[in-house]
């Protein structure tokens, strides 16, 4: 089984940073892509950010404010945040295709998600 734990999010004035983590653990061959979506009340899950293959895609609502970064190592995707809007606030969860073996491609796998706040 493979388990995807987020951790970092937290209440944050507006204009603030935050930066969000995500672990995957267990039977894992490769990871080929982690990224971030996010979803508000009464709104659809969206697109945060993605990387893959060493490249990065954002939302266009982010550009310029998020960052992401992956640790291979560590099979770790971070989100680093900042001035951080009251539109950002949702529920971040965190998103993984993972390759189990030889015989399929990717599969993917989805955190809990970890609640992000903004404001005073």
């Known amino acids: 089984q493979v388990h995807l734990v987020e951790s970092g999010g937290g209440l944050v004035q507006p204009g603030g940073s935050l930066r969000l983590s995500c672990a995957a653990s267990?039977?894992?061959?490769?990871?080929?892509?982690m990224g971030w979506y996010r979803q508000a009340p009464g709104k659809e899950r969206e697109l945060v950010a993605i990387?893959?293959?060493?490249?990065?895609k954002y939302a266009d609502s982010v550009k310029g404010r998020f960052t992401i970064s992956r640790d291979n190592a560590k099979n770790t995707v971070y989100l680093e945040m900042s001035s951080l809007k009251p539109e950002d606030a949702a529920v971040y969860y965190c998103?993984?295709?993972?390759?189990?073996?030889?015989?399929?491609?990717?599969?993917?796998?989805w955190g809990q998600g970890t609640q992000v706040t903004v404001s005073s």
């Open positions: 998103n993984a295709g993972i390759l189990r073996d030889f015989k399929a491609g990717p599969v993917d796998y």
């Open positions: 267990g039977s894992i061959f490769s990871i080929t892509s």
């Open positions: 990387i893959s293959g060493g490249r990065s």
